[in-house]
T-cell receptor, first 120, second 113 residues
């Protein structure tokens, strides 16, 4: 069964950095595009970043472009998100999300998410 | 970016009654080359990640009860729950994937009247 387990969250000061990791299992990771989606406390969903199955294409929301970097290691079935120059408005639960096999830009499996709090 | 606007923001419906949620996109999400609308719907219950209900505007995901249906085309879409059950209390989101810059609606909170 598909599992997506995020790790690496916590409290970080404004301007700081953090690296999130997502361990994927239960599907052929290197065949599928992946995403990160975040949700600020009590707020709605915001798509953050996309990476093609082979890492050749990456897209970012305007709100994180130039500060966040998505990457993957297909040999380890792992997805990553490097977060730099963090701001208070980046405080959110970050979900690792699997693209649907029919078309990889909507999402059929979500990790439970990991909380990042940006605060001094 | 394509802006997705849902209405209403919250909705209270009696058990067994119909619930209807609207989603409008700032530009068409219909690809005329394949006649597909790049629109999905999700359900999120408290403390849980979202669950995919509908994609291509009207295709029900495997395992989703048939009381959930999606309709619409172009810029105007609707999620309908034909007979509300207690377990349908949740926040519902639409999402466009026409653009590589994916965007969600702000969400509609559905409660029991």
């Amino acid at each position: 069964q598909v599992q997506l387990v995020e790790s690496g969250g916590g409290v970080v000061q404004p301007g700081g950095s953090l690296r999130l990791s997502c361990a994927a299992s239960g599907f052929t990771f290197n065949n599928l595009d992946m995403h990160w989606v975040r949700q600020a406390p009590g707020k709605g969903l915001e798509w953050v970043a996309f990476i093609r199955f082979d890492g050749t294409d990456k897209y970012y929301a305007d709100s994180v472009k130039g500060r966040f970097t998505i990457s993957r290691d297909n040999s380890k079935d792992r997805l990553y998100l490097q977060l730099n120059s963090l701001r208070a408005e980046d405080t959110a639960v970050y979900h690792c999300v699997k693209g649907h096999s029919d078309y990889h830009y909507f999402f059929d499996y979500w990790g439970l998410g990991i909380l990042i709090t940006v605060s001094s | 970016d394509i802006v997705m606007t849902q209405s209403p923001d919250s909705l209270a419906v009696s058990l067994g009654e119909r619930a209807t949620i609207s989603c409008k996109s700032s530009q068409s999400v219909l690809d005329s080359s394949n006649n597909k609308n790049y629109l999905a719907w999700y359900q999120q219950k408290p403390g849980q990640p979202p669950k995919l209900l509908i994609y291509w505007a009207s295709t029900r995901e495997s395992g989703v009860p048939d009381r959930f249906s999606g309709s619409g085309s172009g810029t105007d879409f609707t999620l309908t729950i034909s007979s509300l059950q207690a377990e349908d209390v949740a926040v519902y989101y639409c999402q466009q994937y026409y653009s590589t810059l994916i965007t969600f609606g702000q969400g509609t909170r559905l409660e029991i009247k």
